[in-house]
């Protein structure tokens, strides 16, 4: 079984978001870059459904050199080997075009990815590779069982869940309680330094959007206190000043 | 050029996030002087689609076959690609669902178009160019994005623009048979658990969320009342789901659900920067928590500085008598 898995570069989760050059990049001055958090789920997961030379994992990453890094880390957790497609990931079109092009040509029998990436939350990737390769995709899972044919998955919906099965190839984007997240060990760290790397060059593909700037919150307003002896009075305050209830 | 807007049920019912998105497509339609057409897919009461008609749509198309009866990602995006062909609509516009989120992306490389996911604003189209807003950094920010192709696909987050009603709109309400593509169907749905008496956490109004001040899991039963007299959904900071208190579904954060209700109400939650990225589109704050140094004040409307177990419970009885 082969499993690839697709991972994003992401600035951790502490970082207070700034903008430069008039607003229109991201400030990545002092900025930690982390393996996106819901993309560690997936990693996990196949990781786990590879266990005792089930299979192998890929992980594949778009983006510069500059992801290396984080690209190890994905072998530190455990994946076998890793692709990095030469680019920066300019949107998700462009990102899902480049991984399912990398898919065409090697055999896997699934792809995850996270639900969405912690910077752009766009959570179009996995659907737009299972589009481009013509295969079933299921975003947002909550489960996910195989036994070597079929998948029986769980997928999040509002106030509940759909349970669905796919026999043959797919792709899911993976929410929290997927997999409990891999904590690299002495072993993985070791060994991520001689894991195979390869990177391929990107290839053409149209660009259909493009983020023409960034705006931050307007920043809010000082908290009216209400004492505790006057709790009541806060549902006369949301009534008639806020009128939200 | 037209406006197609994909109108998703649930068990043959709208839900107010579609009726926003029938008004947001409507608006975008006047901007670029054209018609709205609805596509519904799936078994919808006749009603509810004659109902589209005052939110603006002049048509629905709507597919009923039974393959087609409940949701299946793949054929769906095929049949409104096919939809958006059949009716000469440029722009594409859906509700930004957790369906929505696994529909969008494959309607949009079908149709070679640019997509905007969580689209927050109306579109604004100056010199030339088509941008639209939407949230970033797991909602530290907002973006705001180009469509550069001519094809564009929007789908629309619940709670960000409202239900506008355009006067007097009569609809015509057409069946619509797309082409069989039976490997569409690959994927097969056994079952779909919906609860119904809770309120959805993405589309709702009013959150109740708390945190690891509450102690425990046992102690919820306040937070539930109180979210149940208001009508609104139960949330939770990342610990709270991390401990298994609460499910995962509940889970407000950066590495979570983002939620944007008109009233959020924060019950011994600390407000770590990761958590207030979840909720800052939130009209109106409130923070219950005895540390009066908690971060969570800083973004507040209004708070309390209080022990929880004696500020919920008189909340609970001024909301009772307020509705008495």
């Known amino acids: 079984m082969k499993i690839l898995v697709c991972i994003s570069n992401v600035p951790d989760t502490t970082t207070k978001i700034t903008f430069t050059n008039d607003n229109t990049q991201f400030n990545t001055a002092g900025v930690q870059y982390i393996v996106n958090p819901y993309d560690e789920i997936a990693l996990s997961k196949a990781i786990s459904l590879c266990e005792g030379g089930k299979g192998s994992v890929t992980v594949i990453n778009v983006g510069e050199s500059s992801t290396e890094p984080t690209v190890r880390k994905a072998l530190a957790i455990g994946a076998d080997d890793a692709v990095r497609v030469n680019a920066a990931p300019r949107d998700a079109y462009f990102t899902a075009f480049q991984i399912a092009e990398y898919a065409k040509s090697n055999d896997f029998d699934m792809i995850l990815t996270g639900r969405e990436s912690i910077d752009y939350n766009g959570a179009q990737v996995a659907a737009m590779i299972g589009e481009f390769l013509d295969i079933p995709s299921v975003s947002i899972i909550k489960k996910l069982d195989y036994d070597g044919t079929t998948a029986t998955i769980e997928r999040e919906i509002e106030g509940g869940k759909e349970i669905l099965t796919v026999t043959g190839k797919f792709v899911a984007s993976c929410a929290e309680g997927v997999a409990e997240p891999k904590i690299p060990n002495m072993r993985g760290i070791m060994s991520a330094r001689t894991k195979p790397l390869h990177v391929v060059e990107a290839k053409e593909v149209e660009q259909l959007s493009t983020i023409q700037s960034f705006q931050t919150p307007p920043p809010r307003g000082t908290v009216k206190l209400v004492p505790t002896e006057e709790t009541e009075k806060l549902i006369d305050l949301l009534h008639q000043e806020a009128k939200v209830i | ?51 589209l008609g005052k939110y603006g749509a002049s048509k629905v198309l709507s597919v009923n076959n039974e393959q087609l009866k409940n949701f299946v990602n793949q054929a769906y995006a095929s049949v409104i690609a096919e939809a958006a062909n059949a009716e000469n609509a440029n722009i594409v516009v859906l509700s930004n669902s957790f369906s929505g989120k696994g529909l969008g992306p494959r309607v949009a490389v079908k149709l070679k178009a640019g997509f905007v996911d969580g689209a927050i604003e109306l579109p604004v ?58 490997s569409d169907f690959a994927a097969v ?136």
């Open chain 2, 1 to 51: 050029m037209s406006v197609l807007v994909y109108v998703e049920h649930a068990d043959g019912k709208f839900k107010k996030s579609v009726y926003e998105a029938v008004s947001y497509a409507k608006a975008i339609a006047e901007q670029n002087n054209t018609n709205l057409t609805a596509i519904s897919i799936g078994a919808v009461e006749a009603s509810e689609l004659n109902a």
């Open chain 2, 125 to 182: 189209v100056e010199g030339g160019k088509f941008t639209v807003k939407k949230t970033a950094f797991s909602g530290k920010a907002f973006a705001v994005t180009e469509i550069t192709a001519e094809n564009k696909v929007i789908a629309l987050n619940p709670n960000a623009f409202g239900v506008k009603e355009s006067a007097g709109s009569e609809i015509s309400v057409e069946d619509f048979t797309p082409a069989d593509k039976a």
């Open chain 2, 189 to 324: 749905v056994k079952e779909i658990i919906r609860a119904t008496d809770k309120v959805s956490l993405p589309d709702a109004e009013i959150v109740v969320s708390a945190g690891r001040g509450l102690k425990g899991p046992e102690n919820w039963g306040m937070v539930e009342e109180l979210a149940s007299l208001l009508g609104a959904a139960t949330a939770c900071s990342k610990p709270v789901s991390d401990a298994d208190w609460r499910p995962h579904s509940e889970h407000v954060g950066q590495t979570g659900i983002t939620v944007s209700p008109n009233l959020y109400i924060a019950i011994g939650i600390s407000g770590a920067i990761q958590h207030l990225a979840g909720i800052s589109s939130s009209k109106v704050i409130v923070v219950i928590n005895k540390d009066p140094e908690a971060p969570f004040f800083k973004v507040a409307d209004y708070g309390i500085v209080g022990d929880a177990f004696e500020v919920v419970p008189k909340l609970i009885e001024a909301l009772k008598a307020h509705k008495g």
